[in-house]
């Protein structure tokens, strides 16, 4: 079956149904409260967070413990090497497969993690798109080789004009994959992706969100990170750049990782690079609540200190009864 003869449903990956969601920002005691909940409602864990796919990095992406996975069952953590850039399209065809099998032992599925992007992929569903066309990319490529990245920006504005204003200039693989798309199914990128704008999240999927006064977030991320240090995260970084030489595109930039290696580059010195840490950190925890409070269909669980913690699983529960 050629391409353009494929039907929508082909290239897309509907909302998760038939799940329960916890999210949280960054520092917010998700693992806690996942363990709880998980035991509550006989729950199997997807992680949903973006760096935990990856090897090795496991001080700065606060992955669950052994004894914690020997507890609940965890899935999507170390799947491959920092060397690869592990894409949000394959997440959401991984996270569906898993679901698929936990359901099949009897268990429910939890998915925990506050990566935006892949909880929106899980919730309104995501276009996939169809297979990529390898003569087509090449053939682009020599283009951009001979007249220059501008030529291909010229060359989408044409096609796809949404496309070409989102997309950043210089990024030629997702500007090549948005011609791609429209050349295989006869409709621009952002006609397809558009479909997706809108929250579809299943009443089936009891989700919940860790809000916490955001004081209090940036003191338990500031303590977090001095944490990290203190257990070895410029060691862990350490090793890994001796590992690999060099980490993939999307780890390299994983906050926790990149003020390191500017670091050991030089670049910084070891005060400048843990108050980066922080300070990018707090951003993205910001960044996070702002999607939060997008999200319309999750529950907030406030969370004032530990003891809300150490419930917030019971009230969980409560809330979707």
């Not at 898993?98 to 309104?124: D, W």
């Not at 429209?182 to 409709?187: E, N, P, R």
């Not at 009891?206 to 944490?227: K, T």
């Amino acid at each position: 079956m050629s391409a353009t003869s494929r039907t929508f449903s082909d290239w897309i990956k509907p909302p998760i149904e038939d799940a329960w969601f916890l999210t949280g920002p960054t520092a917010s005691g998700k693992s806690q409260v996942a363990l709880d909940l998980a035991e509550r409602i006989d729950a199997e864990i997807i992680s949903v967070d973006s760096m935990a796919v990856y090897r090795g990095m496991d001080i700065g992406t606060a992955k669950p413990t052994d004894d914690q996975r020997k507890r609940v069952p965890h899935h999507l953590i170390d799947m491959v090497d920092p060397t690869i850039d592990y894409s949000v399209s394959q997440f959401v065809v991984d996270a569906h497969d898993q679901a698929a099998e936990i359901r099949s032992r009897g268990k429910k599925v939890l998915f925990v993690g506050g990566t935006p992007l892949y909880l929106k992929t899980l919730m309104c569903g995501m276009f996939l798109g169809p297979p990529a066309d390898w003569e087509f990319r090449a053939a682009v490529e020599a283009d951009v080789a001979e007249f220059g990245v501008a030529s291909l920006k010229k060359r989408l504005e044409q096609v796809d004009p949404l496309s070409a204003f989102k997309i950043l200039d210089g990024d030629v693989r997702r500007m090549t994959r948005a011609l791609e798309v429209s050349k295989l199914t006869g409709v621009p990128m952002s006609h397809w992706q558009n479909q997706f704008e809108r929250t579809q999240h299943h009443k089936s999927c009891p989700s919940f969100v860790l809000a916490w006064d955001r004081l209090a977030m940036h003191d338990r991320v500031n303590r977090r990170v001095d944490d990290m240090f203190s257990r070895g995260l410029l060691e862990e970084v350490t090793t890994l750049v001796s590992k690999y030489g060099k980490l993939g595109r999307t780890a390299s930039q994983a906050v926790g990782y990149k003020e390191p290696i500017e670091f050991l580059e030089g670049l910084v010195d070891k005060p400048s690079m843990i108050e980066r840490v922080k300070a990018h950190t707090r951003q993205f925890v910001r960044r996070q609540e702002i999607w939060f409070r997008s999200m319309p269909s999750i529950h907030r669980l406030v969370i004032q200190n530990d003891q809300d913690l150490a419930t917030a699983a019971d009230e969980a529960v409560r809330k979707a009864s």
